[in-house]
């Protein structure tokens, strides 16, 4: 499902126009990505948490030139489903 998917989807079940739902898309997106930034995460009760993840220093091998190299600590985005979220899902099957 696409971001245009979605638009289509809540403007048919609420009679909202296009414009408007894909403006309410878009900025809920940005402002989940605004709080990740500052590292606050952001809980949706019933659908799950989007969070961020540490990944500690590693290192990594080349193996064509058989070389290593670190790959410095970062953080990264992370969604984590809720549980009632992950039980539709598993007795969706």
């Known amino acids: 499902m696409t971001k245009a998917d979605i638009v289509n989807e809540v403007a048919k079940a609420t009679g909202i126009e296009k414009v408007t739902v894909q403006t309410v898309v878009e900025s809920f997106m940005e402002s989940v990505k605004a709080s ?12 799950g948490s989007f969070i961020i993840k540490h990944r500690a220093e590693k290192a990594a091998r080349n193996i064509t030139k058989h070389t290593t190299l670190t790959i410095p600590a ?6 984590k489903p809720a549980k009632v979220f992950n039980i539709a899902v598993k007795d969706n099957k």
Not at 74 to 79: L, S
Request: glycine share 12%; aromatic share 16%; no cysteine.
């Open 74 to 79: 970062h953080d990264i985005p992370a969604f």
């Open 36 to 47: 990740l930034t500052k590292g606050e995460p952001v809980y949706l009760r019933g659908f």
